[in-house]
């Protein structure tokens, strides 16, 4: 039974889509314009249910996006789009679609989107705003003042953008290899194209850098998530997935930095890791081998996964009543506690 895509929170605290494919459940990454959306326009909180149809929109447009660009057009016609929308989520979806600027390289996606979609007879192609979007945006190009301003002109002695001293190319370099899939060539291209640090680059949209010529998209959300990583803004990986499956984090390390330099990012990795090494919902005590199976059918392959289930998403598996989910959920976070 496919499951609801729901807004959930990672845990480091971003919003997310966790959705239903054939192949299980899988969180999608939100950039801002998504997020506003759902919960500025819809007012959705976390668990919330969101309505199906604005799922392949926000993926076709870069505003929820799987790490691993290269799958976008293989997958996109499995995301789920039907349902009924009420009026307020009707006219939210079709503000968003024409109102937002739309990079060209996505334009067919959105079209193709539209066609599919319960707005298509509110919405043609030529309301649609696509055009040319700059590689990137205006705060991450270099900037043209360079030249020091007198301590003297800032009499309370902080320092100032225009005062802090020019940043050698060498010294760039060096911060962005810091990250793990993202050696000397890659580096070398984000700087060129403007990216001087780290939090510039954790500050920056998918959408933007991957037109960085010789950046695929996968690239772009490694360089996106370890740039995260390193700012402190998200748990490093490693450490999310020892936290999660028990196994220590020298295992996880070099996986994740060889898909890394593969161009899979860590967001896309951790759930495939997670299964591989980790414990699966047959190993949780109170489970039946009837059980597991139901659960692995419908998306919960992990304790972890079922941790982060709601009693109800548990309850419309077959065979789980609502004593049993909740047994079960109980059972499932004690194993991740004591592992």
């Known amino acids: 039974m496919r499951q609801p895509t729901r807004l959930i929170r990672d845990s480091v605290d971003r919003l997310k889509l966790e959705i239903s494919l054939p192949g299980g459940r899988y969180q999608l990454s939100l950039d801002d314009r998504a997020v506003v959306v759902l919960t500025d326009k819809l007012g959705l ?3 919330d249910t969101v309505p199906e149809p604005f799922v392949p929109f926000f993926v076709a447009m870069g505003d929820a996006w799987f790490p691993n660009q290269r799958d976008v057009d293989a997958v996109i016609g499995d995301l789920p789009s039907s ?3 009420s009026s307020r ?5 079709v503000s968003y679609v024409t109102e937002s600027n739309i990079a060209e390289r996505n334009g ?6 539209l066609e599919n979609s319960p707005i298509a007879d509110d919405v043609s192609s030529d309301d649609l705003q696509i055009v040319d979007l700059p590689s990137l945006p ?4 270099p900037s043209e003042n360079t030249s020091p301003v007198p301590q003297a002109s800032n009499p309370e002695g902080k320092v100032t953008e225009s005062e802090k001293p020019e ?20 580096a070398g291209k984000f700087a060129e194209a403007g990216v001087a640090s780290l939090e510039e680059l954790a500050d920056s949209r998918p959408g933007y850098l991957s037109d960085i010529n010789g950046i695929s998209e996968g690239i772009t959300g490694v360089a996106i998530e370890g740039a995260r990583e390193l700012v402190g803004r998200a748990k490093p990986a490693a450490e999310r997935l020892r936290d999660q499956t028990g196994v220590s984090e020298s295992v996880f390390d070099p996986a994740l930095s060889s898909l890394a330099a593969s161009g899979v990012p860590a967001s896309e990795a951790l759930p495939k890791l997670r299964v591989l090494y980790g414990p699966s919902v047959a190993d949780i005590d109170v489970v039946t081998g009837q059980q ?17 289930a709601s009693q109800e998403e548990l309850t419309d598996v077959y065979q789980i009543g609502s004593k049993t ?3 079960i959920q109980s059972a499932a976070r004690s194993m991740i506690n004591e592992q």
């Open 45 to 47: 909180t976390e668990r």
């Open 83 to 85: 349902g009924m929308l």
């Open 89 to 93: 989520e009707r006219s939210a979806l």
């Open 108 to 113: 067919k996606r959105v079209q193709s989107a």
């Open 138 to 141: 205006d705060s991450l190009k």
């Open 167 to 186: 940043r050698s190319k060498a010294e760039i370099l060096s911060e962005l290899e810091r990250i793990q899939g993202i050696g000397p060539q890659r």
């Open 292 to 308: 597991a199976y139901f659960l692995a059918e419908s998306g919960y392959q992990t304790p972890y996964d079922i941790t982060q």
């Open 325 to 327: 989910a909740e047994n």
